[in-house]
Each structure stands twice: as C-alpha cells, then as structure tokens.
C-alpha cells in the first residue's frame, strides 16, 4: 500500500473547521471529521474501483494571503500521478476551493451579524466529491429530524466498498451498488420510507448514464439559476426546498432554503415571535442578492460543532 501528499492552496479568508461544519454532511459516511486533530477524513473510490483514503489538514501557506491543505493519500497505488491529481480535484469541489466568495466577504465587513464568518473563514458549504451522494443524501435528508436522517444516510453507505487503507471506512456506495440493492432494502435496512423508490430510481438511472446529473453539474457552472433550479426540481424526490439547498451546494446563493427550521429561526430572530410568510422571509434578505442564502446561513452560525440545532432537531437541509 501506497501513501502520497499534496497540497491545494486556498485564498483566504478559508477555515477548514468553518467549511467542514457548514452543515451537517461531515456526520455522514464516508466523511469523518476528526476535531482533535483538525482533520477530514474520507474513504474516496476511484472510477476503476481503488478506494482511496484521503486526509485533508489546513496548514500555513507560504504564499501571503492563502491557507495550505494538506492531501494525504493512502491506497493501492496513490502515487501515481493520475491518483494525485484526480484525488486533489475532488477535494477541491468538496470543498470550493476555487471559488470566489469576494463579493460575499465584502458584506461580512460591513454586517456585525457576519463577523464570525468572516473570522473563522466560513462561507464555503462543503459538498460530496459527486452530485450523485449530495442528491441521495439531500432525499434522506427531507422531512425528518436530521438525526434520523445521519442514521438512514450512514446505513445506505454500508453497501460501499471497503476502504483497504482504513477498513472502518467504505467509499460511498455507487449508483449500481444501490439500485442492486433495491428498494426493498432501502425500505426495511436504511429505514427510508417513501424516498426507497426515488432513491432506487436516481441510482437506476444514473447507472444507465440517464438521470442528467453530468447535465446538472454543467448547469451549475454556466450560472444560469432558473434553469438549474428547474433542472433539480425534475429529480423524483427533490421538491423547491431541497433545490435550493442542492443550489447552495452547486455555489448558487440567490435563494434561501426554506424548510421548518428556517421558519423556526425567522419567527424568533427576525419577526418578534410571530410565524412570517415565505415571501415575507425572502423580502428580508432580496437586498443581498446572489448572496442572500450565504448572508442567511451565517448570519445564525456558530463556530461549534452542534450549531445547526433548531426546530426541535428538524434538519435545515
């Protein structure tokens, strides 16, 4: 077995801690977060079947202005160049690191209720190396309380390839290892209830190279949100709020998620006690723009690992 390092330099401001805990996928296999020791682990397979164990750590870089993280790369040949280089693509898109959040940090120094984020380099909302476990981890994610949601999500991921490097890890299971499975696993293992058949469903057409999600990703970078919305809303499974959070996902920030948890936070923080409208929450933050969900999010974050609590438990997925 093979162990390779890189490094992937990121513009500040960047925290790994900020952008590991943006939301709640760091409790979800293959990711481990490893708060001691300020590290991400992740049990990562390759398109040929290798499954890699990655470890990324935020280190002091020597270009001025930039963070240094740190790849370290354990498996059957990981140093080969082709791994290095596949390995450190996808760490970057889990993690935006080429993103340019310039804008947003701007209106961080000018609102006091942003100033943690801006301190603790927050603003980057980490994703899965695919959105194919981004969409099915978002469907487990739908109206249930998000603890629920870890244990379906983490049950699903025991259909995964051993990780050789780690064997309490396994890379996320691929499209065929669940439609293999099907629903009625998904129904009586996973717990999954009416999301079994979507997911089954997704996973049959992706498989199949048929579920657009290739489409869905090329969407997301030519910036178009109406159309990425409408894209994601195809997907069985995946209603407007779910869109939304997958949009954030995508970098798309123009439109706030907005599920119980965010009704729970509006009417405490915002209208004086009293339940506002989803047009009377979308009013507040119109003035932000393609920012709005971003200035939304970390307006009510906290630098600690249980922040997303609200609304009795609900997920904010």
């Not at 401001?13 to 943006?22: A, C, E, H, K, N």
């Not at 280089?85 to 935006?96: A, D, K, N, P, Q």
């Not at 717990?191 to 996973?203: F, H, K, N």
Request: contains cysteine.
């Amino acid at each position: 077995m093979q162990r390779a390092t890189t490094e992937l330099t990121i513009r500040k401001p960047f925290g790994l801690f900020s952008t590991v805990i943006s939301h709640g996928w760091y409790q979800t296999l293959p990711f481990r977060w490893q708060h001691e020791r300020g590290v991400l682990q992740r049990a990562e397979r390759l398109v040929d079947g290798r499954a890699m164990l990655v470890e990324m750590s935020e280190q002091k870089s020597k270009k001025r202005g930039h963070v240094d993280l740190r790849i370290e790369i354990a498996g059957e040949s990981a140093q080969d160049s082709d791994v290095v280089r596949e390995i450190t693509r996808r760490c970057s898109t889990m993690l935006h690191a080429e993103e340019d959040l310039r804008g947003f940090y701007a209106l961080c120094a000018s609102r006091p209720e942003l100033a943690a984020a801006l301190r603790h380099g927050a603003g980057r909302c980490m994703r899965a190396s695919s959105l194919f476990e981004d969409v099915v981890k978002t469907i487990l994610g739908t109206n249930v309380v998000w603890k629920q949601a870890v244990v379906m999500i983490n049950r699903l991921a025991e259909l995964g390839d051993h990780c050789p490097a780690d064997p309490t890890l396994r890379a996320w299971p691929t499209a065929a290892q669940i439609a293999k499975a099907g629903e009625r696993y998904l129904r009586t293992r996973v717990r999954a209830g009416y999301r079994s058949p979507y997911i089954v469903e997704l996973a049959r057409k992706h498989a199949a190279g048929e579920a657009g999600l290739a489409e869905i990703e090329a969407l997301a970078v030519s910036g178009d949100d109406e159309v990425l919305y409408k894209a994601l809303v195809q997907i069985k499974g995946v209603g407007k709020s779910s869109a939304h959070f997958l949009m954030n996902l995508l970098g798309h920030y123009a439109h706030i998620s907005i599920d119980s948890a965010t009704y729970a936070y509006a009417k405490r923080e915002l209208f004086n006690g009293k339940r506002p409208t989803e047009k009377q929450i979308r009013r507040r933050f119109a003035e932000f723009g393609k920012w709005q969900s971003l200035v939304y999010w970390f307006a009510r974050w906290e630098a600690q690992l249980a922040w997303w609590e609200d609304a009795s438990g609900r997920s904010s997925a």
